[in-house]
């Protein structure tokens, strides 16, 4: 779908689209002769202006039918232009329209928010219909252009300077979380990446299981030693900031797919860990957004990229695997793969980057959808400040978070009696004794905060900014957060 910005409504078919701020009508004076009927039409629908309701009606425009819909924004102030954006496109996108025009004149958005209303359109309209070969005509998108008027000076360059790369880096996140294990599995992960970044000044890196055999990953090797696929760790790098300064480190846990290993999962629902590698995927998506918008930080993103797989090599539970930092991990239960893929990469991303802050994105558990269901992912950190600016990162984009505690008592349970720590606690806590996990991880005086994404990264239901399926959490979340406290 094409976003375009112009000074006025355009001339040809298209669907209007008018926002109304509660029980507010005079954003529908436009309408001339039509307004008491499209009025009329909206109060038969029950529409009350509250942000995220619609009414459509038909006007005669001349001799022609016009689409009208009436979007609820609630208030008129500018929180409601995601969902302003998002509903217009839910409503319009295999409607028969092909073009849509949303008018904002007369509503006060700042060009930030017209902006927004632009992201939040274009992120609705994501779809993934490569493997959809018989789609009837009936359900396939239409609408290809959607065009903002009234829209404060400033905005188009709102759009394509600062929101547009969060576009492009959601639709990268959102298409290897969808996408199957056969097709993206730890080197095709590599591979898209590689393409979708492309001359955007990102510089990659790519450690093969030789060089990591050398670094001495055991845990992460472990993980990966019950599939044919090879592993690989995906470094991107981008250089933005002052010269020298210590990066910012982005870590993504990326198992392509995780069958449990030899602790396997029952079979119903198995498919869905296609996507434990949205912590990856956030990542590299997040990665492609700080270089598209140019950020002036020094970022650095690191995915541990494996297949957990049960094989007559697999690792077997009860197995003690040796990890880059020297600790030595009993493997009682090889469905707890994340956390010895994820702690091998950050003791890569310290010893070789320096960084004063970490922060990891992963499905890590279960038991998070239990503890926060599909709301909120939560957030783990040894920093209150660093776990702060995340937490009010999130609100600002909509990928919330949720502060968990963590500490020493926690940390006790995952000792093991033959080697320094076991890679599962009790049930009870699950979430909370991973994180204790990788906080074992975390050299002195680094701050790091650990994301438990296993509820948001996926959905089943449809919001103002995504359809079912991926959501492309985490990389607003990552975006804003550089932003806001690596950029000068
Ligand atoms: N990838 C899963 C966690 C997960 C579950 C993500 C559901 C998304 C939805 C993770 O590797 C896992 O299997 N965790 C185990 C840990 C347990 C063995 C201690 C879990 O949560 O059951
Ligand atoms: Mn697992
Ligand atoms: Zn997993």
């Known amino acids: 779908m094409q976003i375009r910005f112009a000074a006025s409504r355009p001339e040809g078919s ?7 701020a509660g029980l507010d009508r005079s954003g529908l004076e436009s309408l001339g002769g039509s307004r008491a009927a499209v009025e009329a039409a909206a109060r038969l629908q029950r529409f009350d202006g509250e942000a995220g309701g619609a009414a459509e009606s038909f006007i005669d425009d001349n001799g022609t039918a016009r689409r009208v819909v009436l979007v609820g924004i609630g208030s008129k102030g500018e929180e409601s232009a995601e969902k302003l954006g998002g509903t ?9 329209e092909t073009r ?3 008018d904002l004149s007369g509503l006060g958005y700042s060009a930030d928010a017209a902006g927004k209303v632009a992201l939040a ?19 396939k998108p239409t609408l290809t252009e959607l065009v903002i008027v009234g829209a404060a000076d400033g905005a188009e360059a709102r759009w394509t300077e600062r929101y547009e790369p969060v576009l492009k880096g959601s639709s990268l996140t959102r298409e290897l979380v969808t996408e199957p294990a056969n097709i993206i599995y730890p080197e095709s992960f590599v591979e898209r990446c590689r393409k979708a970044m492309e001359g955007t000044g990102l510089e990659i890196e790519v450690l093969d299981q030789a060089r990591m055999e050398e670094l001495g990953m055991g845990a992460l090797l472990g993980v990966s030693q019950g599939s044919v696929r090879k592993p690989q760790l995906l470094i991107m790098k981008w250089n933005g900031g002052a010269h020298g300064e210590a990066p910012v480190a982005l870590i993504g846990k990326g198992v392509t797919f995780d069958t449990g290993g030899i602790s396997i999962k029952p079979a119903a629902g198995m498919e869905s860990m296609k996507w434990d590698m949205g912590g990856a995927g956030a990542v590299a998506g997040a990665m492609l957004s700080i270089a598209a918008r140019k950020a002036k930080a020094n970022v650095v993103g ?7 797989m049960p094989d007559g090599n697999a690792q077997r539970p009860g197995d003690v695997v040796t990890s880059m930092s020297g600790q030595t991990i009993e493997v009682i239960n090889t469905d707890a793969e994340g956390r010895l893929v994820l702690g091998d990469v950050m003791t890569y991303a310290q010893r070789t980057f320096g960084p004063k802050r970490i922060v990891d ?3 890590l558990t279960g038991a998070m959808v239990i503890s926060l269901g599909h709301e909120y992912a939560g957030v783990f950190s040894n920093d209150d400040g660093l776990a702060n600016e995340l937490i009010a990162a999130g609100t600002a984009t909509g990928d919330k978070l ?10 006790q349970l995952i000792n093991s009696p033959i080697a320094d720590i076991k890679n599962v606690g009790p049930r009870e806590g699950g979430s909370i004794t991973a994180a204790q996990f990788l906080q074992r991880f975390v050299d002195d005086g680094v701050k790091w905060a650990h994301l438990d994404i296993a509820g948001v990264a996926w959905s089943e239901k449809a919001s103002s900014t995504y359809d079912k399926g991926a959501t492309g959490y985490g990389v607003r979340l990552l975006d804003a957060f550089v932003e806001a406290t690596a950029e000068k």
């Open 121 to 139: 359109a274009s992120l609705r309209g994501w779809r993934y219909d490569k493997y959809r070969t018989k789609l009837k005509d009936k359900q």
């Open 302 to 308: 690191l995915c541990g990229l494996v297949e957990n």
């Open 14 to 20: 298209h669907a209007l689209v008018l926002p109304v």
């Open 361 to 363: 994105l992963a499905t």
């Open 88 to 96: 217009a496109v839910a409503r319009l996108l295999t409607s028969g």
């Open 100 to 102: 849509a025009v949303i």
């Open 402 to 411: 949720w502060r968990m505690p963590i500490g020493e008592a926690y940390d």
